[in-house]
Every structure is written in structure tokens, then in C-alpha cells.
């Protein structure tokens, strides 16, 4: 899956920079969805052996920014960022963009049938 975004940037080892400015370039970064829950999909902020080639997770200023995956040849937005679990608590400031950090992201299949009788109530569908 693929991250992309416009937020804030720093180092897995270092977290979000202080000075990182929002609303930068348009950033991408790759992971792996750990786990499926309800209306969550996870991933992890991996390093080592673990991590994938330009593995990284979102920055302040990327909330409800897309998350996308492969599919068919195409892409498929499966979710939305959301807030992210670091150290034993919700990663905000100082604590945000580290290794480790578990990303929380709404999953978009969950809300499929809600999104589809909105578009055809709306006469869209």
C-alpha cells in the first residue's frame, strides 16, 4: 500500500521535525496493513530487516489523506489517515513519526454500502 501526503517529515529515529512545515511537497511512502477490524486497518512504522523500501507512515497535516493499494494493474483507495498509537499513547507531537508508531486508518470497505446509497440517493449510482 502506498501513503501519500503533504504533511509534516522527519526521521523514524527522530520522529516529526520541529521546524517540518505542513502543506509541503506531495510525499509517498509504502507499508504493509498488519491487521482488519471493523471500520481500522493498521500498519506499522517498521525499521531493520522488517521495513519495506521507502517504508514510512503519515505526518501531521496528512489526516484523511488517501491510502491506496494495487489492484488489477490499477489503484484502489482503500482508506483514510487517521491517528496513530505510539509508546503507550496517541502519537502527537514529539511522539509522531517515530519507528514502531502503529497507524490507525478508517477502512473504507467498512462504510461501502453507506457510501453507495448516498451516491444513489443522489441519483449518482
Same mark, same amino acid.
Given at each position: 500500500m502506498e501513503i501519500i501526503g503533504k504533511?509534516?517529515? *522527519?526521521t523514524g529515529k527522530d520522529g516529526i521535525a520541529d521546524d517540518a512545515t505542513h502543506r509541503t511537497t506531495l510525499h509517498r511512502a509504502r507499508n504493509r496493513i498488519e491487521s482488519a477490524n471493523g471500520n481500522w486497518l493498521t500498519y506499522r512504522f517498521d525499521t531493520g530487516k522488517r521495513a519495506l523500501p521507502l517504508e514510512g507512515i503519515f505526518g501531521g497535516g496528512d489526516s484523511g489523506g488517501p491510502i491506496v493499494?494495487?489492484?488489477h494493474g490499477g489503484w484502489k483507495l482503500i482508506g483514510l489517515t487517521s491517528w496513530g498509537w505510539s509508546r503507550g499513547h496517541i502519537a502527537i507531537g514529539d511522539?509522531? *513519526?517515530r519507528y514502531e508508531e502503529t497507524a490507525y486508518i478508517v477502512r473504507l470497505s467498512h462504510y461501502a454500502n453507506w457510501i453507495d446509497g448516498i451516491i444513489?440517493?443522489?441519483?449518482?449510482?
Amino acid at each position: 500500500m502506498e501513503i501519500i501526503g503533504k504533511g509534516q517529515t *522527519g526521521t523514524g529515529k527522530d520522529g516529526i521535525a520541529d521546524d517540518a512545515t505542513h502543506r509541503t511537497t506531495l510525499h509517498r511512502a509504502r507499508n504493509r496493513i498488519e491487521s482488519a477490524n471493523g471500520n481500522w486497518l493498521t500498519y506499522r512504522f517498521d525499521t531493520g530487516k522488517r521495513a519495506l523500501p521507502l517504508e514510512g507512515i503519515f505526518g501531521g497535516g496528512d489526516s484523511g489523506g488517501p491510502i491506496v493499494m494495487r489492484d488489477h494493474g490499477g489503484w484502489k483507495l482503500i482508506g483514510l489517515t487517521s491517528w496513530g498509537w505510539s509508546r503507550g499513547h496517541i502519537a502527537i507531537g514529539d511522539a509522531a *513519526g517515530r519507528y514502531e508508531e502503529t497507524a490507525y486508518i478508517v477502512r473504507l470497505s467498512h462504510y461501502a454500502n453507506w457510501i453507495d446509497g448516498i451516491i444513489a440517493s443522489k441519483g449518482h449510482g
